[in-house]
């Protein structure tokens, strides 16, 4: 796939840089009410709806908004007309790109938010960062009209509150069998379609897909013990974890909506912990974290009832609720992967292939 500057698919110009306080805001629905779009990742972007002022210069509908302080790289398509704030640029497609098109290098210029932070702005490089230069083939088989946008509607119509006077602690290691992940070098990686979970801070813990056979089996969480330490997971489905990742098995009956509700609980700790103090193996064995309880134990129906409850609830998928009650155990084949312990033992039997293993740190200097 050839990459290409973004400066060579589209115009980049800096947006209005309005003040919101400077506008009149209004409804959504005002007859005269046109989208504020600011440096929020929220929302498409949208962070007011304000009057028109037709002295001021439009966005124009089916442009890309493009945040480069901030939320850097926070990337929008914007369906209908917009004024921005400051440090907002706006980008055309230089020839017509379908809505497909524009979602896809909206996704694309996200992917390169790691490289920023607040003290790094992305004004003076976002039109160099590379990008595909046109849409993959097997994306071109779908149609952004059969997405169907998720109900808001919950499971349970009755809101449930959360009071947590009657929480009690309740030590990890009584809950879950704590078992480490393993390590899988790049250099053995194929793909194929075993979901390999990192130490990342979104997608679930996706980071790609892999050959290898899973694991570990769905119906568990996964931590983050190094890397993004804390973040957890509630993963439905048989997985390959890397080292850096503690996967949580249940004691207990454990479901999608328990197990959403414990992840979250799980995840508020992470604060606690950081590169220099890691959330490893027998530490996490021995945290104490706090649940809704009744009759001295956790009260799992609550946690089930209260996720359901929630807004967007209904769109937890049949398919991977039904998974998460079917134990599934993995095929465990011949495995590449290798534990520490194995890899060094590996390289003091001067068995580990150097040459092959630093090829993917060498640099051909550029020809003249």
């Known amino acids: 796939m050839k990459l290409v500057p973004l400066h060579r698919l589209f115009n980049i110009r800096y947006g209005n840089s309005l003040e919101l306080i400077n506008l009149e805001q209004c409804s959504k629905n005002d007859p005269m009410a046109i989208s504020y779009v600011s440096r929020t990742e929220k929302d498409n972007g949208i962070s007011a709806f304000v009057k028109r002022n037709y002295d001021l210069i439009e966005n124009p509908a089916n442009t890309i908004s493009v945040a480069v302080s901030g939320s850097v790289l926070s990337s929008f398509l914007q369906p209908a007309p917009y004024y921005t704030g400051f440090h907002v640029f706006v980008l055309s497609p230089i020839k017509s790109m379908t809505e497909l ?54 499971i349970t119509p009755i809101a449930t509150k959360l009071n947590t006077t009657n929480w009690k602690p309740v030590v990890l290691g009584s809950l879950f069998d704590v078992k480490k992940g393993k ?36 119906n568990t969480i996964t931590v983050n013990y190094n890397g993004s330490v804390g973040e957890a997971f509630y993963q439905p489905l048989p997985f390959w974890a890397s080292d ?37 193996k027998e530490r996490m064995e021995k945290s104490v974290i706090s649940l809704p309880s009744k009759n001295g134990k956790p009260d799992f129906l609550f946690m089930e009832n209260y996720i ?51 090829q993917p740190l060498l640099v051909e200097p550029d020809g003249e």
């Open 244 to 280: 850096d990742v503690n996967v949580l098995y249940p004691k207990f009956e454990l479901n999608v909506y328990s197990g959403l509700f414990i992840a979250t609980i799980i995840e508020h700790e992470k604060y606690r912990f950081n590169f220099g103090r890691k959330w490893r």
């Open 183 to 218: 390590r899988l070098t790049k250099e053995d990686m194929e793909v194929g379609s075993t979901p390999f979970i990192g130490a990342i801070d979104s997608n679930n813990g996706y980071r790609e897909f892999i050959s290898e056979d899973a694991l570990h089996t769905g």
């Open 101 to 154: 098109e524009l979602l896809f290098y909206c996704h694309c210029i996200r992917a390169n938010k790691y490289k920023y932070n607040y003290g790094r702005q992305a004004n003076r490089t976002l039109k160099d960062i590379l990008v595909p230069e046109k849409l993959p083939t097997e994306f071109k088989r779908l149609s952004v009209s059969q997405i169907e946008p998720p109900t808001q509607t919950p």
């Open 308 to 358: 359901k409850s929630l807004p967007y609830s209904s769109a937890i998928s049949e398919k991977i609720e039904s998974s998460s009650h079917q134990p599934h155990v993995p095929k465990l084949g011949k495995s590449k992967g290798l534990s520490d312990d194995e890899l060094i033992k590996k390289y003091e039997a001067g068995k580990v292939n150097m040459k092959k293993a630093i």
